[in-house]
């Protein structure tokens, strides 16, 4: 029909503003290569986000219950000299509201999932950067107890050296040792400890690298969401092998960001923009 437009015409109107839209922002910015992938991913998952929303709610009803819920507040600014009709529309107001969250619980759910998955994977590569070369870091052991701590040993690649002995800390059960890698690489650094030997990977370089800070034994989840290696052995007298990676600040529009604040900013912002242009019910 005439003024109608297709869902393939919106699509591409869609790429064509966003790809407008990344490349003045990162032109406006300077931003280098994380920030990039960050405005990137953010624009990307605010379509995605949408799309999916509205392919897995209820179009009509959240219409439908958007447009009640108006009604009810206007209720209230319209006749709030009448304290039985205010009431009455607070009570008619959180009863919508409640079945509003209902009919946007299973879209959200559809969202949040996979993108809680996709936030710790990127984690990885985004949430800390590789030590530089030539740059001194910290390699830290904790055991289960004094007589392992005093036992643990370290071997390294002939690409590292140790710059300071090894320093002790019996009252958390931890040894720290003093690195530098003398050029970029992906390595793996050996821990010994009453006859076991362990590893533990170590990147040094300056670009986008992926790295893994801790090697944990046990803790589950939270070896889910900030280990990227296997499980140390239960059998271990070591609990955890961390490497001191910098925390990666991301320079956008001249403020440093946590990429994860600047992913949600600019997702959710991009979100309202698509939803706008689809006319999808949030």
Avoid at 7 to 15: E, F, G, M
Avoid at 33 to 47: C, E, M, R, T, Y
Wanted: aromatic residues 10%; positive net charge.
């Amino acid at each position: 029909m005439v003024g109608e437009k297709s869902p393939l015409h919106s699509l591409t109107a869609i790429y064509e503003m966003t790809s407008r839209l990344s490349t003045i922002l990162l032109g406006v910015a300077g931003v280098d290569l994380p920030a990039a992938l960050v405005v990137l991913l953010s624009l990307i998952i605010g379509l995605l986000m949408v799309v999916v929303f509205r392919y897995t709610s209820d179009q009509k009803a959240i219409r439908l219950a958007k447009d009640q819920l108006k009604a009810h507040l206007l209720a209230v600014r319209l006749f709030q000299d009448q304290l039985p009709v205010v009431l009455s529309s607070y009570g008619r107001i959180l009863r919508c509201t409640g079945h509003y969250l209902r009919l946007a619980f299973k879209p959200l759910l559809f969202v949040v999932l996979p993108l809680t998955f996709l936030i710790v994977q990127l984690d990885r590569y985004l949430g800390w950067a590789p030590v530089p070369s030539g740059q001194a870091f910290l390699v830290k052991v904790r055991t289960t107890g004094p007589e392992a701590l005093n036992e643990a040993s370290l071997l390294l690649p002939s690409e590292m050296k140790m710059t300071a002995p090894a320093v002790h800390v019996p009252a958390r059960n931890e040894v720290v040792w003093r690195l530098v890698a003398e050029k970029n690489g992906d390595y793996n650094v050996i821990i010994g400890v009453a006859g076991q030997t362990l590893s533990k990977a170590v990147v040094a370089s300056s670009g986008l690298s992926r790295v893994s800070p801790i090697r944990l034994q046990g803790h589950f989840w939270e070896r889910i969401f900030v280990s990227g290696e296997p499980a140390l052995p239960e059998s271990s007298p070591i609990q955890s092998v961390e490497v001191g990676y910098p925390s990666r600040n991301i320079r956008f529009m001249g403020f440093e960001w946590n990429w994860i604040w600047l992913f949600f900013v600019l997702s959710l912002v991009a979100g309202f923009v698509f939803k706008s242009v689809l006319k999808i019910e949030i």
